[in-house]
């Protein structure tokens, strides 16, 4: 099966507070990609911190909003999930100075 029949396959979950804020710019990021996402919006603190959390920190101890579930992989903090759609979905740029002005 080839990586992108691969990656329409795969349910990939993005989860953050109810607001724009930091999951905007990732949101904004999957839809360019023309990735097919869960959007999963937070409104309470227990909402976050009971219920979802840790379930995330079972599969990162690094476990914080914004947060990305893609298969068996879960990745949270902003930049690293910039960093981790950007690779995946070949957004990253392909020669150093495109990656560069990406890390700019």
């Known amino acids: 099966e080839s990586q992108e029949a691969l990656h329409s396959t795969m349910?990939?979950?993005?989860g953050y507070?109810?607001?724009r804020g930091l999951g905007a710019p990732l949101r904004m990021?999957?839809?360019?990609?023309?990735?097919?996402?869960?959007d999963v919006h937070f409104?309470?603190?227990?909402?976050w911190f009971k219920d979802r959390k840790p379930a995330i920190l079972a599969?990162?101890?690094?476990?914080?909003l914004p947060y990305l579930v893609d298969g068996d992989k879960?990745?949270?903090q902003t930049n690293s999930v910039f960093y981790y759609?950007?690779?995946?979905y070949?957004?990253?740029?392909?020669?150093?100075?495109?990656?560069?002005n990406n890390e700019q």
């Not at 349910?11 to 993005?14: F, K, P, Q, T, V």
């Open 85 to 88: 759609l950007g690779e995946k």
């Open 74 to 76: 879960c990745v949270c």
């Open 43 to 47: 409104s309470s603190m227990d909402a």
């Open 90 to 100: 070949g957004l990253s740029g392909s020669t150093p100075d495109e990656k560069l």
């Open 59 to 64: 599969m990162n101890p690094l476990a914080n």
């Open 11 to 14: 349910s990939i979950e993005l």
């Open 17 to 19: 507070w109810g607001n």
């Open 29 to 38: 990021m999957l839809t360019y990609a023309g990735a097919e996402y869960k």
